[in-house]
Every structure is written in C-alpha cells, then in structure tokens.
T-cell receptor, first 115, second 112 residues
Framework: GAGVSQSPSNKVTEKGKDVELRCDPI?????LYWYRQSLGQGLEFLIY????????KSGLPSDRFSAERTGGSVSTLTIQRTQQEDSAVYLC?????????????FGQGTRLTVV | ELKVEQNPLFLSMQEGKNYTIYCNYS?????LYWYRQDPGKSLESLFV?????AVKQEGRLMASLDTKARLSTLHITAAVHDLSATYFC????????????FGKGTHLIIQP
C-alpha cells in the first residue's frame, strides 16, 4: 500500500477483554515498530521487528502485551485482559530497515478506550 | 538508557515571530528526526539529520544537529497559523536497538 495502514481506527472495549490491533506496513519495509501514545504525552516504544528476526520486546509494559509479525509483513499487537491504563493511541511505523538511518513512516493509529 | 528532552513543552506565539525549539539527548548519536503531529492525526516526518552540523530547511522551518553538544534545534521563522501542531524530535542510537526514542513533544500554538 501507499502508506502504513492500521485497523481498527477506534476500539472501545470492556476492562478484562482481549483486543487485537493490526498494522500493515509499507510494502518493502523490513522494520516495523509499535509505539503507544497516552493523552497529551510523548511516544512510548513497545516493540520492533526487523524482517523475520526475533523481535525486540524490551518496551512491552507487561506480559499482557504481545505482538506477532507474519511473513515479515503484517503485524498484530494483542493486549490481554485489558486495563483502563491501557487506554491510549497505539501507533505503528515502518522503515526500510532497522539500524540504518532511514526515517520511519507512521500509520494513523488505533485509539483504544478501555471502559 | 537514552533520554530525549524537548523544551519548551508548550509554546504560544504570534504570527510573524521567530522561535526555536530545543531537543537534547543523552547518548552519542548522529541520527535525529523531527516529526509533526496535528490534533487527532498521526506523525508526519519533517526532517532527517544524519551528521554533525547537518542543516535542513523546508519553508519556514529549519532544523540543525550538533552531535557534540547532543542538541538539535527546530527554528521557526515568521510563524504562520498553519504551523500550529505538536513537534517531536526522535533519536536513533543505531544498530536497530529500541527503535526511535521520542521527546515528549512541543505543543505549538500560533495565534493570528
């Protein structure tokens, strides 16, 4: 696609439910990042994938968070047993590669509200 | 742990004025990025700075990088209302580790 695509754009869920957020990176981009942005805050790094290598999960806030990237392309971020503090905008970005000086392009984000 | 600090975090200014946003970071890096975010929107890449002394300009915005001082600046010249947004700087330590580390952003309001 022409840009990074995320779905859904908005998600309201009840506390305790699981949610899945999807990211389609730009075609040909091998690096994929997930960030979280809470209201009025900066961006918090969650996880990054480089091609088919094992992901860097160092930013995941708890074991309720997990992510997969199938075939080096589409990624899914899963939050289990959601809590109210998980409410935020989840942003996905991709770049040509990790480790190289290439800019990252962001999707429109998924706004998650846990009630 | 890499820390990225922006200041100011909030800035209200009048059209026609000049101002500078500062981005300090705590570790050696020569890869710094500036992004713009409009309310309810995602981040748009503005500048990519990849060496000491790099200077990039686009319209009324100019960004520079001093890797020795671990400082980047985003200078606004003769501000116009359309530049109202939140501006983020981000630093890449290289090697693919930890993605980009972002500052908290500078919320810029330009009043007519």
């Amino acid at each position: 696609g022409a840009g990074v695509s995320q779905s859904p754009s908005n998600k309201v869920t009840e506390k305790g439910k699981d949610v899945e957020l999807r990211c389609d990176p730009i075609s040909g981009h091998t690096a994929l990042y997930w960030y979280r942005q809470s209201l009025g805050q900066g961006l918090e790094f969650l996880i990054y994938f480089q091609g088919n290598s094992a992901p860097d999960k160092s930013g995941l806030p708890s074991d309720r968070f997990s992510a997969e990237r199938t075939g080096g392309s589409v990624s899914t971020l899963t939050i289990q047993r959601t809590q109210q503090e998980d409410s935020a905008v989840y942003l996905c970005a991709s770049s040509l590669r990790a480790g190289g000086p290439t800019e990252a392009f962001f999707g429109q984000g998924t706004r998650l509200t846990v009630v | 742990e890499l820390k990225v600090e922006q200041n100011p975090l909030f800035l209200s200014m009048q059209e026609g004025k000049n101002y500078t946003i500062y981005c300090n970071y705590s570790t050696t890096s020569d890869r710094l990025y500036w992004y713009r975010q409009d309310p309810g929107k995602s981040l748009e890449s503005l500048f990519v700075l990849l060496s000491n002394g790099a200077v990039k300009q686009e319209g009324r915005l100019m960004a520079s990088l001093d890797t020795k001082a671990r400082l980047s600046t985003l200078h606004i010249t003769a501000a116009v209302h359309d530049l109202s947004a939140t501006y983020f700087c981000a630093v890449d330590e290289g090697g693919g580790a930890d993605g980009l580390t972002f500052g908290k952003g500078t919320h810029l309001i330009i009043q007519p």
